[in-house]
Every structure is written in structure tokens, then in C-alpha cells.
């Protein structure tokens, strides 16, 4: 029998699997766990689609985006566009223990991290606004950076009109190749007590006030008695099939984690065919581990209390017209 087990995904998520079996080991709770190792990632200025150091959006403002859920009570607390703040998972466990809500958005996340205590902070990065740049100049074709700001300059002010949103929604659509970034933890402590959270700062140049998965429970997070899911990936995708929520309901008919996140997969590539990046990590109350993706360079990584260096396993890729 394992005392606990925590998981994460992609490289950066190694140092929150380190984080998160420290704090397991010194008796915290599975809620604990989550929080305390996704802070570890937003916290780190080299990971350019979590938390310090993303990349803005197409107004060049940083918007961030969390979800963090207990299973053994299924409450549940989220921020999405949460501007000007440090670590938008530790808001979202504040909106899940102080209000009868599960997500704040906007302004009205930003001000209630100020009510709660969190400092004003600029996320952005000096290196993310030079990426933030490069990007932008690419999406106008300017040669000058004087011509890519007159062309954002009318990106911005004169209105989303229907050549604006086509140029944007052309620009986003070229960069689902390599929008993937989330930073997910998932965690079932020795009380067999599962949870579930995710962050991220979302797509390069998104249209502003664009809500990511990562915020939206049973999409990019769920937990419950049974099991915890954590997506990455495009998260529309994730958003339109429930993905997380579906891997949960897998398990809780018998799939191990691993079978749970292949079927998940395969029966969203039934539905609906896509090309791009979408992966889920799961974990069940037994402390077994599982993931899956669509495409290959997705990892995830996982520890348990008798472990002295995280398990690292690189997924074949699940596809539905070979499998």
C-alpha cells in the first residue's frame, strides 16, 4: 500500500511533482499538495504559458487562468482572466473555501485576490513581452517595428470587425501546433483523498477575455472520490468534450488511469477530427497513475512516498484512425 501519489505534467512539471511529495510527506493535505506545487511553476519565469513569464494576449495583456477541485468533497474554485496577480491557483482555492461560487472572472477575480490579501503584481516578463513582440510582428507581416504597432494599434482600437477576427483566428489557428502549455497536479494523499488543479496563461495573442480550459471544471480539472484528471492541450477541445470529467467517469466504471485517459481520447478523435495537441493525466484512490495524448512529446511525471525521484513516462500517442 502507498502512502500517496502525485503526478504532473510536461517538463516543468517535474519540479512541481518534487514540491508536491515534499509536502505530502510532511503530512498535508491532498488540497495542500496541489496548490503548494502548481505555485512552484507559476512562480517560475522560464515556463512561457504558466503564471510569471506568459505570454499576453492580443492586447498585450497577461490574463491567467486556474482550477483546483477536492474530490473528497467535490468543491471546486476557479479564476479566469485574472490579471495582475501572483498565483491565480492559490485564488482559486479561495474562491472554492470563501464563496458560494466556483468561478470568478475578470475584474471581479482580480479585485476579489486584492479582498483576500494577494498583492497587485505584473506577471509579464521582459523576455515574455520580447516573445509577446516577435509573435505580434509575424501575425502583421511588418518588417519594422514601427509597422507591426500601427497594425496592432489597429487591431486594438478599431474594434473586432470581420476582418479582424478573420486575420486573429488565422494567426491562433497556426500556432495549435505548439499551444499546449498548462502546468496540471494531481494528487491522492494517504487518506486516499484525491485532488485535482491546473494553470495557465493560455494562448500566444489570444483574443482578449478568451477563458481557457484550465479554469473550467470537468474540462481542464476534475476530482472526485475516485479519481483526479488534469488536461493540456488545445483547450477548446477539451472544453467541448467535458475531457477531464469524462477520464473520471472512466475510471469510476473500472478503467485503470491510463485506460481511462486512452479511451477519453479516442472517443473525442470519433466525434470530432482534429490534428492538433490534446493529453490528460490521471490518477485513482488507489494511488495508480495513467495519461494519454494525441500527439508525441507529451509527459507526464509522477512520485509516491517510497520514490526518490519522479517516474517519467512518455505516452505513444493515441490515435483513432490507426488504433
Not at 512552484?40 to 492586447?59: F, K, L, M, R
Not at 482550477?67 to 467535490?74: E, K, L
Request: hydrophobic residues 40%.
Amino acid at each position: 500500500m502507498y502512502d500517496f501519489v502525485v503526478a504532473s505534467d510536461w517538463p516543468w512539471g517535474i519540479q512541481a511533482v518534487l514540491k508536491g511529495r515534499e509536502i505530502l510527506a510532511n503530512g498535508l493535505t491532498a488540497i495542500d499538495a496541489v496548490e503548494r506545487a502548481i505555485c512552484v511553476v507559476e512562480d517560475d519565469p522560464t515556463c512561457e504559458s504558466v503564471g510569471t513569464g506568459g505570454i499576453p494576449n492580443a492586447q498585450g495583456v497577461l490574463e491567467l487562468d486556474a482550477s483546483i477541485m477536492d474530490g473528497s468533497t467535490m468543491k471546486a474554485g476557479a479564476v479566469t482572466c485574472l490579471t495582475m496577480t501572483k498565483n491565480p491557483i492559490s485564488v482559486a482555492r479561495k474562491v472554492m473555501e470563501l464563496t458560494p461560487h466556483v468561478l470568478l472572472a475578470g475584474q471581479g477575480a482580480t479585485d476579489f485576490a486584492r479582498q483576500c490579501g494577494f498583492a497587485e503584481y505584473n506577471p509579464l516578463t521582459a523576455k515574455s513581452l520580447t516573445a509577446w513582440k516577435k509573435i505580434r510582428d509575424a501575425v502583421f507581416n511588418a518588417n519594422t517595428d514601427q509597422a507591426a504597432q500601427q497594425s496592432y494599434l489597429e487591431l486594438t482600437t478599431e474594434g473586432y470587425g470581420s476582418a479582424t477576427v478573420l486575420q486573429l483566428t488565422q494567426a491562433l489557428r497556426s500556432q495549435l501546433s505548439t499551444s499546449h502549455g498548462t502546468v496540471g497536479v494531481l494528487v491522492t494523499d494517504r487518506n486516499r483523498n484525491t485532488a485535482a488543479g491546473t494553470s495557465t496563461s493560455g494562448w500566444p495573442l489570444r483574443f482578449p477575455g478568451r477563458v481557457a480550459d484550465s479554469s473550467v471544471i470537468g474540462a481542464g480539472t476534475y476530482a472526485t472520490g475516485k479519481a483526479a484528471a488534469s488536461a493540456t492541450g488545445v483547450g477548446e477541445t477539451a472544453m467541448r468534450h467535458c475531457l477531464t470529467k469524462k477520464v473520471c467517469e472512466l475510471v469510476e466504471e473500472g478503467k485503470t488511469p491510463t485506460e481511462a485517459c486512452e479511451a477519453a481520447l479516442l472517443r473525442m478523435q470519433s466525434i470530432e477530427k482534429f490534428d492538433h495537441l490534446a493529453a490528460v493525466i490521471c490518477i485513482d484512490a488507489d494511488y495508480n497513475v495513467g495519461g494519454a495524448s494525441t500527439k508525441p512529446g507529451f509527459q507526464y511525471e509522477y512520485m509516491r512516498a517510497s520514490d526518490r525521484e519522479p517516474i517519467i513516462v512518455a505516452p505513444k500517442p493515441i490515435n483513432f484512425a490507426i488504433s
